[in-house]
């Protein structure tokens, strides 16, 4: 069995950053190669670290560049839109990290509208620049999308057929889910999952189509049960499969195989 950890962020583990991914690295005294170690023994044999600013999208590629089985996303989060709004800038750095052998995708980037970090002007400026090198590039995208889907349909829908990619951490309705099928997205399912307590969002973690399913863990955040309260690793992508497979009435072995086929068809990994 192969499992395929879709979005992670362990390149700041042992870096000197101090934002407050690495801050939750550097507390637990964790090493990069035993995180990487400790996955591949839960079957987790690949993982995509996923940039959400110009520095942390540098480490991803880096970590990439460096390690075998694992890939680099590059973005920048919505959280962290109103500090790149020079166009030019921004366009230049993430372009030249296109050039990356190992780079597999744009994000994570899209519209957050519950927190608000960066105003929604904002956010939507950086995430056209980024979709569109996305869509002159071919890659896929991969979407944080919060509490502002009437905004981001729109925005999605006037590129056409140009963009493919997945809906990270999904955890909205049963509308936005099937307006996201339509338009041929995959659907990322992460530890929250396992502590969600309402069934009509266990539902829709339920009937999201095997063909449009990816596993991620977004580590370190998102601990799935019965590991809540400890940080987050790329091996918890075991415990999300083993969840949705008893949910789903799947055999976990069947559920690793579409999933690590989708995680393929969508990224090359």
């Known amino acids: 069995m192969q499992l395929v950890d879709t979005h992670c962020h362990i390149q700041s583990i042992g870096s000197d950053s101090q934002d407050h991914t690495a801050e939750m690295w550097r507390k637990e005294g964790l090493s990069l190669d035993g995180v990487i170690a400790d996955a591949a023994a839960k079957d987790v044999t690949k993982l995509i670290c996923v940039g959400c600013d110009l520095a942390d999208s540098r480490l991803a590629i880096s970590v ?16 962290e ?12 750095e993430l372009g030249g990290f296109l050039k990356a052998d190992k780079l597999v995708g744009i994000g994570e980037c899209g519209l957050d509208y519950f927190y608000n970090h960066s105003v929604p002007a ?9 979709l569109d090198l996305a869509a002159a590039h071919d890659l896929p995208v991969i979407f944080h999308v919060r509490s502002a889907f009437d905004d981001f349909w729109p925005i999605f829908d006037s590129y056409g057929t140009k963009l493919r990619g997945v809906l990270h951490s999904f ?7 099937l307006a996201a099928l339509r338009r041929g997205l995959y659907i990322g399912v992460n530890g929250i999952a396992t502590f969600a307590k309402d069934p009509v969002q266990l539902s829709v973690y339920k009937d999201i189509p095997s063909s449009s399913l990816l596993l991620e863990t977004d580590s370190p955040y998102l601990t799935p049960v019965p590991f809540r309260g400890k940080v987050n690793k790329p091996e918890q992508i075991l415990t999300i499969a ?22 393929h068809l969508l990224f090359g990994v």
């Open 64 to 79: 990439a560049e460096n390690i075998a089985g694992c890939f680099a996303a590059v973005g920048i989060h919505p959280h």
């Open 81 to 92: 839109a109103g500090h790149h709004t020079e166009q030019a800038k921004l366009k230049d």
């Open 122 to 130: 904002d956010q939507q400026a950086v995430l056209r620049w980024q």
């Open 171 to 177: 955890t909205d309705s049963r509308v936005n889910l």
């Open 242 to 263: 083993e969840f949705l497979a008893d949910l789903r009435h799947e055999e976990v072995e069947e559920l690793a195989g579409t999933t690590t086929a989708n995680a």
